[in-house]
């Protein structure tokens, strides 16, 4: 059973919106703080964003504050990615994460991965 699993990427023009999804099994998804990283070609995976287990503390990227915003519900074991604003360099794809300790932009804290959404921008 694969532990998180994303949706709601796809193909948007640059200044547009997206929904991403991510739907946690398999462990107790309420004691985990989740991010977001996102891969482009040739790039190594980068932190986006991340959400503590309360909800309570957020953590973004400066490259994507102001424009991305995460967000999680416990009840329905999902956490989730709204961007706006998008641009051509938001392009990758995109990947939730959990982690059992404190919010982090270490991509080796975590240790359930999804099997990524492509995000797509054009111009």
């Known amino acids: 059973q694969v532990p998180l699993v994303e949706s709601g990427g796809g193909l948007v023009q640059a200044g547009g919106s997206l929904r991403l999804s991510c739907v946690a099994s398999g462990f107790a998804f309420g004691l985990y703080a989740m991010g977001w990283f996102r891969q482009a070609p040739g790039k190594e995976r980068e932190f986006v964003a991340a959400v503590s287990s309360s909800a309570r503390t957020t953590s973004y990227a400066d490259s994507v504050k102001g424009r991305f915003t995460i967000l999680r519900d416990n009840a329905k074991n999902t956490v989730y990615l709204q961007i706006n604003s998008l641009k051509l360099e938001d392009t990758a794809v995109y990947y939730c994460?959990?982690?059992?300790?404190?919010?982090?932009?270490?991509?080796?804290?975590?240790?359930?991965w999804g099997q990524g959404t492509q995000v797509t921008v054009s111009s």
């Open positions: 994460a959990a982690t059992r300790g404190s919010i982090s932009d270490r991509p080796n804290l975590y240790t359930y």
